[in-house]
C-alpha cells in the first residue's frame, strides 16, 4: 500500500484545515487507515482511525468533537477534518494503513510521508 498525505499548511488558531490520504496500491477493504501526528520533540500520537469497508471510526480523546476522520471508497481517500485548530495542533501529520486496528504507531505497516501542520496564535 502507498499512502500520499497532502493537505497541511499555515492557519491562525481557531482556523480549520482538512487533510488527504490517498492509498493506492492494492485493495482496501480489510484495512484500517488512521492519522498520526508528531509535534517538535514529542512522541508521534494517535489520532483517529476509519475501517476502510465499514467506516466504523474511532477518536483520540485529544481530539474527539474537533476533527473528523472519513473516507471516499471512490476515491481511495481518508480525510481528517481538523476544526477549532489550537497552536499545539502544530505537529506533522502522517497517514498509516495496516490490516490490523490499532491505536500505537507500531500497529502500522505502510506510512505516508507527512504533512507539515502550523497553527500560529
Known amino acids: 500500500v502507498q499512502l500520499q498525505a497532502s493537505g497541511g499548511g499555515l492557519v491562525q488558531a481557531g482556523g480549520s484545515l482538512r487533510l488527504s490520504c490517498v492509498a493506492s496500491g492494492r485493495t482496501l477493504s480489510s484495512y484500517t487507515i488512521a492519522w498520526f501526528r508528531q509535534g517538535p520533540g514529542k512522541e508521534r500520537e494517535f489520532l483517529a482511525r476509519i475501517n476502510w469497508s465499514g467506516g466504523r471510526t474511532y477518536y483520540a480523546d485529544s481530539v474527539k468533537g474537533r476533527f473528523t476522520i472519513s473516507r471516499d471508497i471512490a476515491k481511495n481517500t481518508v480525510y481528517l477534518q481538523m476544526n477549532s485548530l489550537k497552536p499545539e495542533d502544530t505537529a506533522v501529520y502522517y497517514c498509516?494503513?495496516?490490516?490490523?486496528?490499532?491505536?500505537?504507531?507500531?500497529?502500522?505497516?505502510?506510512w505516508g510521508q507527512g504533512t507539515q501542520v502550523t497553527v500560529s496564535s
Open positions: 498509516a494503513a495496516d490490516s490490523r486496528t490499532s491505536t500505537f504507531s507500531n500497529g502500522y505497516d505502510y
